[in-house]
């Protein structure tokens, strides 16, 4: 039962800095894209900064890891080497069809949300949780 509460706290932590980082992309991006008509180069730009910030709060407050912080952003610059060019592709693809900038992003950023948080529990922070000292 104690682990099933961990889990469910992990969850909603990763939730709300996700959030943030949500909103962090997509201030950026309406940003941008008063500058920069073309779909992808505000969506990457914004993307790298998102990944940072939730990066960085996640294995600290939820993960609480201690994970080598090199190996575990390379990990994560893994996941975004298959994620980013497929959703630039996908989401530039769709935008030809007349969809709205905006839309996309938030499917965009709703499949990121739910593939990161496995990529990292399974993969960046597997056995390597609950480790950071305070």
Known sequence: MKDNKK???QAVKFTLFSASAGVIQVG???L???FIKDYW???LISLVFSILWNFTLNRRYTFKSAANVPVAMAKVFGFYLVFTPLSTYLGNTVEGYGV???IILIVTMLANFV???LFCKLVVYRGKEDTLKN
Request: no cysteine; hydrophobic share 55%; proline share 6%.
């Open 7 to 9: 889990q469910i706290w």
């Open 28 to 30: 950026s991006f309406a």
């Open 32 to 34: 941008l894209e008063i």
């Open 41 to 43: 180069i505000p969506y």
């Open 100 to 102: 709205n900038d905006f």
């Open 115 to 117: 593939l990161e948080f």
